[in-house]
């Protein structure tokens, strides 16, 4: 029988004895209500028994020894209603236990049921309806309204209207043109589309979040271990108190008032059900944790380390500036530079390809294209002789010298700042060369992250008080992209093991978190308390070793699973405090006589049931900061 119809089970039996003893009492036949009492509490404390086995075989000492003592003791000495009390709330408290992780876990469940099972595929001119798993990268699909992107795709039509609110949290609807990314299991908020298939289903963005959360699912909190480990020590303290009131009064039922009212501590239940609260919560702000061990670290983080490409960058180039020189208009230069690069699957061709197609120009099919990899293209684009790629390329083929190519790309201020920069700030110049007249130049580079200053201003706000800068790039690269964000330290030039001593020297200053996407970063994401991985482009192998993955291609879901972390993380210490505070000085209420057993269940009872209410409170954790940081509307 599963674990919550058991606890259900359990809760009516509880009930229904209680309830027919009292009825029986009533009506005056006193021998029949302590039986029927009695068969309300025997199945929850053979149920009970069963339990405290199980967990003394996994080396676990809970606090059901003292609930079951609690019982045993009520029986025996004659209490069989503070027995029935302690039997009823017990497994009510159980059951509002399961209820609570379920009511947690349920948008975690609803996540995974919207994993589609199969596709429309465009194939010969129809439509097939076909498994999931027979999608290969480049096959083209059919997304209609309402339905879930199957896998990591492009767009193929002209627009698309999605909703990511399962996957980020965004309550609005966001608009995607032709070319750009749609990640798995975003929904279709418009009319149809046609997507491009980039990734098969099993390496997809969602298949890669149902795994993880799967494993998140299954973990298993330190300070639940430590839970565990108290609890051990409260079941002596607890039953000592007890000996010690039935010797000093010479009463045993005062050790009986003293085990219900310590039956069962908040300890082993406002932890879980806090930090499963705060893993679901993280969840719906595109933040997924792998378990409560790291939401427990998340939450205690004083250091940051942040790769640069890909992470503090957007890690695909952007078009800088556009400059004519040969007597053709930038939107010319771009438009003639992008139809032949649309022959290329070069990123910075992609990416010049993209920004024309922001712009709605009309790109024409190229022909008699030509490519010299790594170097550039040639071919011809509405009948006109056509060359694109870096100044040295395009001037070898137009006959112009190389450095002559350069300095007319440097003619303007502009241009020159971004040209002499070039070489400092990682910047790319690529070259537009027209029937054999060179026609202009676009210069790019890999631009920071919009809102990363805001970003980090809220992270700091977070008390995290060093933020670092680890990438294998140069550190005049490093340096000029940074310039201005007020970090702590910039490491450049550092191999994957530079990066993971890195991490461990930083553990002086406190608990460390590391931030990257690429393959090279895995080790250091391994290293770190925290590791954090771009879930949405980066590797499989850095969301593999990392304990926290982003599901959007963005930075700023940090802010919000920070404090969410630490916002739990104080609700369910604060629930132990509480709980504990409370369940002590009723024993000693119980201990000197103030407590009758009866009085003493049900007070320890509310306190079990208030508790978990209160660590429930996660699931409505709105982060603050995050809104603080965010940067003003333009």
Not at 46 to 55: D, G, K, P, Q, Y
Not at 71 to 84: C, I, K, V
Not at 267 to 275: C, F, G, M, N, T
Request: charged share 20%.
């Amino acid at each position: 029988m599963p674990r919550n119809r058991l606890s259900l089970a359990l809760l009516a039996i509880a009930l229904a004895g209680l309830l027919s003893g009292l009825a029986l009492s009533l009506a005056g036949r006193a021998a029949t209500a302590t039986l029927a009492l009695a068969a309300g509490v025997l199945p929850v404390l053979a149920a009970l028994a069963v339990e405290i086995v199980r967990r003394l075989r996994q080396g676990d000492v809970g606090l059901d020894i003292v609930a079951a003592l609690s019982m045993s003791a009520a029986l025996l000495f004659g209490e069989t209603l503070a027995a029935a009390v302690v039997a009823l709330m017990y497994s009510g408290g159980t059951f509002l236990e399961r209820y609570a992780e379920g009511r947690a876990g349920r948008e975690m469940r609803d996540l995974l049921a919207r994993v589609p099972r199969t596709v429309t595929r465009h194939r010969n001119g129809a439509l097939d309806e076909v498994p999931l798993d027979d999608i290969a990268p480049g096959d083209l699909l059919l997304v209609r309204q309402g339905d879930v992107a199957p896998v990591d795709g492009t767009v193929e039509s002209d627009r698309a209207l999605l909703d990511l609110s399962a996957l980020t949290g965004e309550s609005l609807p966001v608009r995607r043109e032709r070319g750009q990314e749609v990640p798995s299991g975003a929904t279709n908020a418009g009319d149809a589309f046609d997507l491009r298939a980039t990734r098969p289903a099993g390496e997809s963005t969602y298949a890669g979040i149902v795994r993880l959360v799967e494993a998140a699912q299954r973990s298993k909190a330190p300070m639940a271990r430590l839970a565990d480990r108290w609890s051990l020590l409260f079941v002596v303290v607890a039953v000592a108190l007890a000996a010690a009131a039935w010797w000093f009064s010479g009463d045993p039922v005062r050790a009986v008032a003293v085990l219900v009212v310590a039956t069962p501590c908040p300890l082993i239940l406002a932890v879980p059900v806090a930090l499963v609260a705060g893993l679901s919560r993280a969840a719906r702000f595109g933040v997924l944790i792998k378990g409560a061990r790291p939401l427990e670290a998340l939450a205690r983080i004083r250091t940051l380390i942040l790769d640069k490409t890909g992470t503090l960058t957007d890690g695909r180039p952007q078009i800088l500036s556009i400059e004519a020189t040969g007597g053709m208009s930038r939107d010319a230069v771009l438009q003639f530079a992008a139809a032949l690069e649309q022959a290329s699957k070069h990123p910075i061709a992609q990416a010049i390809v993209a920004a024309a197609q922001a712009r709605g120009m009309a790109l024409p099919v190229p022909e008699a294209v030509t490519e010299t990899p790594g170097e550039g293209l040639a071919g011809t684009v509405d009948g006109r002789r056509v060359v694109v790629g870096g100044p040295a390329f395009v001037a070898g083929r137009t006959g112009a010298p190389a450095a002559a190519a350069a300095a007319a790309a440097a003619t303007t201020p502009d241009t020159a700042a971004a040209d002499t920069g070039a070489a400092d700030t990682g910047a790319v110049l690529v070259a537009l060369a027209v029937d054999g007249q060179l026609q202009g130049h676009l210069v790019m580079a890999d631009a920071l992250r919009s809102g990363t200053s805001e970003l980090l201003a809220g992270l700091r706000c977070l008390g995290i008080g060093r933020i670092l800068l680890a990438t294998g790039d140069r550190r005049s690269v490093a340096e000029a992209v940074t310039r201005g964000l007020g970090l702590d330290a910039v490491r450049a030039g550092l191999t994957p093991d530079q990066k993971v001593r890195l991490v461990r020297c930083e553990r002086k200053n406190g608990p460390v978190m590391m931030v990257g996407d690429g393959v090279n970063d895995a080790p250091a994401l391994a290293a770190a308390d925290v590791g954090v991985a771009m879930g949405a482009r980066g590797a499989a192998a850095s969301a593999e070793a990392a304990d926290v993955v982003l599901l959007v291609d963005r930075l700023d879901p940090l802010l919000p699973g920070i404090e969410v972390a630490q916002r739990t993380r104080r609700i369910a210490v604060g629930s132990v405090v509480a709980g504990i505070g409370l369940s002590v000085a009723g024993m000693i209420a119980a201990a000197l006589g103030h407590l009758a057993p009866v009085e003493g269940a049900l007070l320890q009872e509310a306190i079990d049931i208030a508790v978990i209410l209160n660590a429930l409170r996660a699931l409505r954790i709105e982060p603050r900061v995050a809104k603080l940081a965010a940067p003003a509307p333009a």
